[in-house]
């Protein structure tokens, strides 16, 4: 049931052909894990009649009715580092510290469904073993039961399209719902067929979710996963829009990941995370946004292994560019779009003389949604950036669950990951609002925002605070919701 | 009552706040009454619509 596979070179992979019967398309599988897995994976272990539970939502509804015969079971293959090794008589593996430190040298896993085709099922992979895996990746911890041990892995969910029942748009949504669930509590967990019923108002029957799902039905399936959908489309009848992809970037940098589609090409993928491009020092003035400064996205999409990057422009098949709406399947109470958010950060310029910002034309802005509680936690864990009246009214401010952080940082404090100011902005807001802040703060002075009362009354509703100077050339960067790729 | 005033007002409870000329947020104000706010209602109201048409977009790459 156990076979374990030693790699000296990823030719060894080949060894799957004659490990697997062909109906798991182990030649296939050999060939993509060859080209898209590191030299640090050393060892597969391959764990045979596993029950996965998105095969058998598709084999209970679809391949069991089916005059062609499959099997009920998968397989699935474990990768781990060159320090582990497989006891084949005892069923046990070992690690120089001890079965309890596995996780640390476990890099994943990849079911394989008995189809015949597309047969890369429910995968999660860590981006460290994935090359050329972008260098920041939305990621959960997600457990492994594999021979009476618990590992974890920390990665993004993939899966090959089934072709004949799910589409690229069926993927994405399962990938992002699985993040959900494993990630954050709250989100109960949806199965690959579960996902192709939601997408219609009734079970449309047979084969009918293979025909193709409309953007309107992704929408449908994060509303009836318990999320508040919000769909952005890019507007075609300007040159360009901008605004569109900074948004779409926010969203990414604020831990969401995001079904992006693609009109052109007919596709649609689930966006996971990016790569910064190098800081250079420009000089050029003109204020700039994070967006300005991604070189890649990373894309989950079926046709690949996970986390490839894709470059902003002049990439093939396509480019980041390419994206002309996207769906981020938000909170409930997150009222305040990132289309607001995108108005209103440069204009906060006009409180730069009191808050004491950078120039706006020597500015990289970068805006994200976070919660109240991580952003005390993260002001908690650098107590020394913040004059103590500064993290006492950090502490102090009653927000609401969600809150938009918008960052200011001139080129130089850019690249080395720091900010001259920050802005919170009520995430519950309404668009009318002229004062949606709750705090507004540099190094020097403070705005805080007494959201009870600035609404009726400006001036009893803002106070000024002065700090004392910390000695630091800027605040670090907050950068909470991604995983840095340790690459191996 | 008093409670419920003392409650809500957070500025009782951080210290070293002092009052803001207001003339100092003025242009800030004015820009978002006049500008920022008006365009902010205009490009939500046009992403609403763009979705819209997006809605019936193909997928089955």
């Known amino acids: 049931m156990y076979t374990w596979i030693s790699l000296n070179s990823s030719n060894d992979l080949t060894k799957l052909e004659t490990e697997l019967s062909t109906e798991y398309g182990p030649g296939r599988v050999a060939k993509k894990l060859a080209g898209g897995i590191s030299s640090a994976v050393k060892g597969v272990l391959i764990e045979r009649n596993y029950v996965d539970k998105d095969y058998r939502s598709t084999y209970y509804n679809f391949y069991a009715k089916k005059g062609q015969r499959y099997r009920a079971d998968c397989v699935r293959l474990h990768f781990f580092d060159g320090t582990v090794t497989f006891d084949e008589n005892a069923l046990k593996l070992n690690c120089p510290e001890g079965a309890r430190q596995l996780s640390d040298h476990y890099f994943g896993f990849v079911v394989l469904r008995p189809t015949g085709i597309a047969t890369i099922g429910r995968s999660i992979v860590s981006p460290d073993v994935r090359s050329g895996a972008s260098r920041y990746i939305i990621t959960a911890r997600h457990k492994v039961h594999l021979l009476g041990y618990k590992l974890f892995i920390e990665g993004f969910p993939s899966m090959d399209q089934h072709i004949d029942i799910s589409v690229c748009a069926h993927a994405a949504c399962w990938s992002i719902l699985r993040h959900y669930s494993e990630r954050y509590n709250m989100y109960r967990e949806f199965l690959t067929h579960d996902i192709t019923l939601m997408a219609h108002q009734f079970d449309p029957g047979g084969l009918i979710p293979s025909k193709g799902l409309e953007v309107s039905h992704a929408e449908r399936v994060f509303q009836e996963a318990g999320t508040f959908p919000v769909h952005v489309t890019r507007d075609n009848t300007k040159s360009s829009d901008p605004s569109f992809y900074r948004q779409l970037s926010a969203y990414v940098e604020s831990g969401f990941p995001l079904f992006a589609a693609m009109h052109k090409h007919g596709h649609a993928v689930a966006v996971v995370g990016y790569d910064w491009r190098t800081p250079v020092n420009t000089a050029i003035p003109g204020m700039r946004y994070a967006w300005d400064e991604i070189q890649a996205l990373a894309f989950v ?32 109470k997150v009222f305040y779009p990132a289309d607001a958010v995108d108005r209103l950060a440069p204009t906060l310029f006009k409180l730069g003389a009191v808050v004491g910002l950078p120039p706006q034309d020597q500015t990289i802005i970068r805006y994200f949604i976070t919660t109240g509680s991580a952003l005390r936690h993260f002001v908690r864990q650098r107590e020394s950036e913040f004059d103590p009246k500064l993290l006492a009214t950090i502490m102090t401010l009653p927000y609401a669950q969600f809150v938009w952080i918008v960052e200011f940082a001139t080129e130089a404090q850019w690249a080395v990951d720091q900010v001259a100011a920050r802005a919170v902005i009520d995430a519950t807001a309404s668009l009318r609002e002229p004062m949606p802040l709750w705090l507004i703060h540099s190094g020097a002075k403070a705005l805080v925002f007494n959201r009870r009362t600035v609404s009726t009354d400006l001036q009893a509703g803002i106070r000024g605070l002065q700090l004392a100077d910390m000695g630091h050339a800027g605040f670090t960067r907050m950068e909470q919701n991604l995983r840095p790729t340790q690459t191996k | 009552m008093d409670y419920e005033k003392k409650e809500g007002d957070v500025f009782e409870a951080i210290e070293g706040l002092t009052p803001v000329d207001p003339t100092a947020l003025a242009d800030f104000q004015r820009a978002m009454n006049d500008e920022v706010i008006p365009e902010i209602v205009k490009v939500v109201q046009e992403r609403r619509m763009l979705a819209a048409e997006s809605r019936h977009w193909q997928l089955k790459c």
């Open chain 1, 301 to 332: 999409d079926d046709n690949h292994l996970p986390y490839i990057p894709v470059l902003v422009a002049g990439g093939t098949p396509y480019s980041s560019e390419d994206i002309d709406a996207f769906i981020v399947a938000l909170p409930e």
